[in-house]
């Protein structure tokens, strides 16, 4: 089959997720030669594309693409999907990512699958993907042409396929004033104020178990001696005990810390959607038998009040000796 | 001004996701119900709209009679009146809800004009298949913006904001408008039991849509294997922050 796959940039190159997509487009394309699409600037990705097994890389060149604007790349995917005769067209799941095959797919009518983990043969084409932030998995037949699919982040692994550098073809997209009407106008720089909770190494959270917004002083304390962030349920932000940006969840933030030590955490799918990529998960729970013990790595069987202040207590003891 | 915030009733799923027999859905026998976190948001955000500019607030489902009850949850928390577009129980593909969905604003637009804004949640929290909101939108022609945290309306356009690394980008659409916003746009009002009251008796009419062929069609539902780990005890109370410390130490950030 024939394959697009669109990709996304950061300045040092592709973004890892989009890799992850052309390996998944890979393996959808079987042996036909891959092509893939990238917005206004080819810099470099020629060669690391092809590395990774893309033939031909179409470049979409248009003053639009000076802003983030999700109207103009859908019509860009929409006519190299058409350049490339392509049978389907995947991307990373990522937020943009997913936002413009929607597009796509509104403009073209057809089904999009988004989040998809695997693929098999034929039409209408199999695929498997994921619901509730990864808690349920779903197998699901994609019908109509092209084949829109979007490849959960992290859910596939990038491969290399050496081969020469992709050829590139550059091209100019129609858009309509429609197209153009939808861009990013601004960026308002926020500036963070100590560890981001999406790149700490140490998170340390809470859930309703910390009893007040004032319960958390022991939780921030020991995430401060770890040089970590204060992470928490939904049912604290809910409670409106901490600003949601704290939160842990499959609609909070997604985390990938070293140890994630969850306090008075039960558990819940919605939780454990966001602490997945943990390294180690700690559990300091009063109920040996909360859900989150099964996807523990260490649990301290206690309350949070006494277990935490404890802990921090040892570290500040360990560093002075 | 009009709005219209449409959303999605949702099993409260807990600790652990068990399947009906036939693996075409979660079994619901002893969840409760919630309207899907993003859309309650946009709810929020639609009546608080509202109250700062005066009009009407509407809320929308696609889903089985006992939808109902999301529908009195939103008119609880202060949505005006309601359209239930009611089905047997089986689920709806996204492409049929965008269908169904963009018939009934159309019929209520015919009657009581535009609606300057659309709210969707972003993604739904089961299906999370990210695209009703974009369909709708480009069926009616309208600007639309997603996962947003921040909708302000002024002169006429809505000035939309969406986290980026590092800041915030801003959207400005000229209404109307479509936006699909995420949980913690702001925080949802808890109803008082007035408001509750009251929401038993505001004006809901509801439709009975054809479901057409899914075109992607669920064949089954799985539970991953997850991590399944036997947790290592590391003790009792305070008594083990020793053992705690001896783990932090060995994974190298104490």
């Known amino acids: 089959m024939t394959v697009l796959v669109v990709v996304e940039r950061q300045p040092e190159g592709p973004d890892e997720r989009s890799l992850q997509a052309v390996a998944f487009a890979r393996r959808l394309a079987g042996g036909e030669p891959l092509h893939a699409l990238a917005i206004a600037e080819s810099d470099g990705l020629a060669a690391v594309l092809g590395e990774h097994g893309v033939a031909t890389l179409h470049v979409a060149e248009h003053e639009a693409y000076s802003a983030y604007a999700p109207y103009a790349i859908a019509a860009a995917v929409v006519q190299a999907a058409e350049r490339a005769a392509a049978s389907a067209v995947v991307a990373a799941g990522t937020e943009r990512g997913n936002e413009v095959l929607a597009h796509v797919a509104a403009r073209l009518d057809v089904p999009f699958a988004a989040n998809c983990l695997d693929v098999g043969e034929g039409d209408p084409l199999p695929v498997t993907r994921v619901r509730w932030g990864g808690s349920l998995l779903e197998e699901a037949r994609v019908h109509g042409s092209p ?119 039960s558990g819940a799918t919605q939780h454990m959607a966001g602490c997945k990529g943990a390294k180690a998960i700690l559990a300091v729970n009063t109920d040996p038998d909360a859900p989150i013990l099964a996807s523990a790595d260490y649990a301290v069987i206690g309350d949070l009040h006494e277990v935490v202040p404890a802990i921090s207590a040892e570290l500040r003891k360990a560093r002075a000796g | 001004m009009r709005i219209l915030a449409c959303v999605k009733r949702v099993p409260m799923t807990g600790g652990r996701i068990v399947l009906t027999e036939d693996a075409q859905a979660i079994e619901t026998r002893h969840l409760g119900f919630t309207i899907s976190p993003h859309e309650e948001c946009g709810v929020e955000e639609a009546v608080r709209l509202i109250e700062a500019h005066g009009g009407e607030s509407v809320a929308l489902t696609l889903g089985p009679p006992e939808a109902e009850e999301q529908l009195r949850d939103a008119m609880a928390l202060g949505i005006d009146r309601a359209i239930h577009l009611v089905t047997d129980g089986e689920e709806w593909d996204p492409q049929a809800t965008a269908g169904a969905i963009l018939d009934a604003i159309r019929a ?147």
């Open chain 1, 147 to 265: 084949k829109l699919l979007t490849v959960q982040p992290h859910g596939v692994a990038a491969e290399p396929a050496p081969a020469g550098p992709a050829a590139v073809e550059r091209f100019a997209p129609t858009l309509s004033e429609a197209d153009l009407a939808v861009h990013v106008v601004e960026r308002v720089e926020t500036t963070a104020g100590g560890v981001s909770l999406a790149d700490a190494k140490v998170v340390v959270s809470a859930g309703r178990g910390a009893g007040s917004p004032e319960g958390f002083a022991i939780i921030e304390e020991l995430a401060a001696l770890l040089g970590g962030a204060v992470g928490c349920s939904r049912a604290v932000t809910m409670a409106g005990w901490r600003p949601h940006t704290d939160q842990v969840g499959q609609t909070g933030t997604k985390i990938a810390p070293d140890i994630y030590i969850a306090c008075g955490i």
């Open chain 2, 108 to 254: 209520d637009e015919a009657a009581h004009g535009a609606f300057d804004l659309v709210f969707f949640g972003n993604e739904s929290a089961d299906a999370g298949n990210y695209q009703v909101g974009i369909r709708v939108a480009q069926a009616l022609g309208r600007p639309v913006a997603t996962g947003l945290k921040g909708v302000a309306v002024e002169d006429g356009s809505a000035r939309c904001e969406q986290e980026a690394p590092g800041g915030r980008d801003v959207y400005v659409l000229p209404l109307p408008a479509v936006v699909t916003v995420l949980e913690g746009l702001n925080l949802p009002r808890y109803p008082s039991v007035p408001a509750k009251l009251r929401a038993q008796r505001k004006p809901l009419e509801s439709a009975s849509p054809a479901r057409p062929g899914p075109r992607l069609e669920l064949v089954r539902l799985v539970v991953p294997e997850g991590r399944r780990k036997e947790a290592v005890i590391l003790g009792h109370g305070a008594d083990a922050a020793p053992a705690v410390v001896e783990v932090l130490q060995r994974i190298g950030v104490a």
